[in-house]
């Protein structure tokens, strides 16, 4: 009896109606992809338009600050929205990892195209460009000879001729967290300690800001991202400044990474994943670093021009998950230290 009437109902145009309902609502559900990018629009937009013409899934955004996107996918839990996370820094992806808002991800793509080093150890995130934080020097006051490491600007010789960004911003935590890495606590608060002796004046707002500083001759040496760097250089090409590779004897530049990981409860897992694995493509590559004068995660792209005219350096090879698990000793270390 029950049997004849389901078939019937199957047998139904209502049935067939409401079944065709139900795939367009999986394939509408399917063909888009929601993400959170505290990378501003103008530096994921054309990525996100290149994924949507090769696959016509769709990228929805939003926009924001890490701190707050992070408590916002926290806050929604298992009802956000939200399949993808990007972030300009390893060590806030480490936290929304260690938070438990996203997930693994096994992927040959991303295995083969992302290093080892820039990738999480759990796979729940993955670099996408790399962020060489480095020495900029002034040229007029600085011979590229006297300089040599990091660790070097603690040196008596730089006394008042340093500028620093403040240790409030994560890119410094971050440089610090690998220096602990690399040193122990003890020997990198002898080099912090040093670097606040030398500096020439309070610590600054931002990288930018640090950089007009040593053009000005205000200070002679500082540390910043390279791509601040590009962006003033391309403003006036006249500054007198220039790019210093440092620690190529010793551990390398210290690198940092935009990158993303799946949320924990996104909706659209499998568009996510293809999302981010077009992200680790030859093709988002290039994009994905160029639009910010960045250098492609994936070693096999060719670097910018403008931004290979700098050199070659050998970078840091451990693992950035080091200035997520050692951050907070960092930001301890650095106010112990004094450095603002
Ligand atoms: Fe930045």
New binding site residues.
């Given amino acids: 009896m029950f049997k004849l009437n389901m078939n019937n109902f199957f047998a139904s145009g209502a049935c067939a109606i409401f079944a065709i309902f139900l795939l367009a609502g999986q394939s509408a559900r399917a063909q888009e992809v929601v993400v959170y990018s505290a990378r501003i629009e103008q530096l994921i937009k054309p990525m996100f338009d290149a994924f949507t013409k090769e696959t016509g899934i769709k990228v929805k955004y939003t926009t924001d600050n890490e701190g707050a996107l992070l408590a916002r996918l926290e806050a929604e839990g298992k009802n956000t929205p939200a399949d993808m996370l990007i972030t300009?820094d390893a060590g806030n992806l480490w936290a929304a990892a260690r938070a438990g808002l996203l997930k693994p991800v096994q992927s040959d793509v991303l295995e083969k195209n992302i290093p080892a080093h820039l990738q999480d150890p759990q796979n729940e995130w993955f670099g996408l460009s790399i962020?060489a934080r480095t020495i900029i020097y002034n040229t007029n006051k600085v011979k590229p000879g006297e300089l040599s490491t990091y660790e070097d600007l603690a040196d008596p010789k730089w006394n008042k001729r340093l500028c620093l960004r403040t240790s409030k911003k994560v890119?410094n935590q971050s440089l610090v967290a690998m220096m602990i890495a690399e040193h122990g606590e003890a020997e990198t608060e002898k080099i912090v300690k040093g670097w606040v002796a030398n500096l020439a004046t309070d610590p600054l707002s931002d990288?930018t800001r640090a950089l007009e500083f040593v053009a000005a001759g205000k200070c002679d040496v500082t540390i910043v991202?390279t791509?601040?760097y590009g962006r003033l250089m391309q403003k006036d090409p006249k500054l007198p400044l220039a790019v210093f590779w440092p620690n190529q004897s010793q551990g390398g530049v210290h690198v940092n990474i935009s990158g993303a990981g799946i949320t924990r409860y996104g909706k659209h897992p499998q568009a996510a994943i293809q999302l981010l694995e077009f992200l680790s493509s030859d093709k988002a590559q290039n994009l994905f670093a160029d639009v910010n004068m960045e250098y492609p995660a994936n070693p096999n792209i060719k670097v910018d021009a403008f931004v290979a005219s700098w050199g070659d350096f050998k970078q840091n090879p451990m693992n950035l998950a080091k200035a997520g698990e050692l951050q907070t000793a960092a930001v301890k270390l650095m106010d112990r230290a004094g450095y603002r």
């Fill in positions: 300009a962020r890119y990288d991202n791509y601040y």
